[in-house]
C-alpha cells in the first residue's frame, strides 16, 4: 500500500524558513518523480514543484523560484522541500505526491498518491 | 501558462442525477487532462487520466471526455459517496494547472 506522510508544517513568521519532509513506502522510491501541490485555505489546488526520481531535475512554479529548493534521499524513501523568504500568500496545506513516472513533467503525467497534507501558516 | 476553467463553480443535485462538469483549457491540450475529487477535510484522489481513462478501483459511473480545449466529467447516477470538490488538471505544459473546483452539494 503506498503511503505518503508529510511533517515539518507550523506557523512561522513572514521571511521565516521551513522544511517539509514526506516519507514514501509502498512503492520502489527512486523510480518515480515526487511533488509538492499545495491548497491555500478554502482554494483550489497549486502545483509548486516536482522532482525526477533521480533527484537530478527539478521543476518549480514562478511563485516559488529562487526561495523554494525541493530535494530528495533516495536511500531515506524522503522527499523535502526547504522554503525560504516565506510570505502570507504561502499560507497553504502542502500535499506530498506520488507521480506516476519517473522523468518530471511529461505530458500525460497524473498524481496517482497523495499525502494527507500538512499546514503551513506564514503570519506574524 | 494555461488557464483551466471548470463549470459550474458549485451545483446542487439529488442522489441518482446524472451530472456533469465542464473543463475548459485557454489553448489545445490535445487529450493531456487528469481528474481528481476531494472530499472536505481529505487529499486529493486521482479519478482520471488522459481525458477518459478511468483510474482503477473508481466506480464506472465516472467518464471522462473531450479533447482540444473541452473537457467533461460525467457521474451517470450520483452517490452520497460523490459529494465533493472536483477538479481538472492540465499536463500537457509546465506549470502544471488545476481548474478552480466545482463542488458537487446534495439538493
Known amino acids: 500500500e503506498v503511503q505518503l506522510v508529510e511533517s515539518g508544517g507550523g506557523l512561522v513568521q513572514p521571511g521565516g524558513s521551513l522544511r517539509l519532509s514526506c516519507a514514501a513506502s509502498?512503492?520502489?522510491?527512486?523510480?518515480?518523480?515526487m511533488s509538492w501541490v499545495r491548497q491555500a485555505p478554502g482554494k483550489g489546488l497549486e502545483w509548486v514543484s516536482t522532482?525526477?526520481?533521480?533527484?537530478?531535475?527539478?521543476y518549480y512554479v514562478d511563485a516559488v523560484k529562487g526561495r523554494f529548493t525541493i530535494s530528495r534521499d533516495n536511500s531515506k524513501n524522503t522527499v523535502y522541500v526547504q522554503m525560504n523568504s516565506l510570505r502570507a500568500e504561502d499560507t497553504a496545506i502542502y500535499y506530498c505526491?506520488?507521480?506516476?513516472?519517473?522523468?518530471?513533467?511529461?505530458?500525460?503525467?497524473?498524481?496517482?498518491?497523495w499525502g494527507q497534507g500538512t499546514l503551513v501558516t506564514v503570519s506574524s | 501558462d494555461i488557464q483551466m476553467t471548470q463549470s459550474p463553480s458549485s451545483l446542487s443535485a439529488s442522489v441518482g442525477d446524472r451530472v456533469t462538469i465542464t473543463c475548459r483549457a485557454s489553448?489545445?491540450?490535445?487529450?493531456?487532462l487528469n481528474w481528481y475529487q476531494q472530499k472536505p477535510g481529505k487529499a486529493p484522489k486521482f479519478l482520471i487520466s488522459?481525458?477518459?481513462n478511468l483510474q482503477s478501483g473508481v466506480p464506472s459511473r465516472f467518464s471522462g471526455s473531450g479533447s482540444g480545449t473541452d473537457f467533461a466529467l460525467t457521474i451517470s447516477s450520483l452517490q452520497p459517496e460523490d459529494f465533493a470538490t472536483y477538479y481538472c488538471?492540465?499536463?500537457?505544459?509546465?506549470?502544471?494547472?488545476f481548474g478552480q473546483g466545482t463542488k458537487v452539494e446534495i439538493k
Open positions: 505526491a506520488k507521480e506516476n513516472n519517473w522523468s518530471p513533467m511529461v505530458r500525460g503525467s497524473y498524481v496517482d498518491f
Open positions: 509502498g512503492f520502489t522510491f527512486s523510480n518515480y518523480a
Open positions: 522532482i525526477s526520481g533521480s533527484g537530478g531535475s527539478t
Open positions: 489553448q489545445s491540450i490535445s487529450n493531456y
Open positions: 488522459a481525458a477518459s
Open positions: 488538471q492540465q499536463s500537457y505544459s509546465s506549470p502544471w494547472t
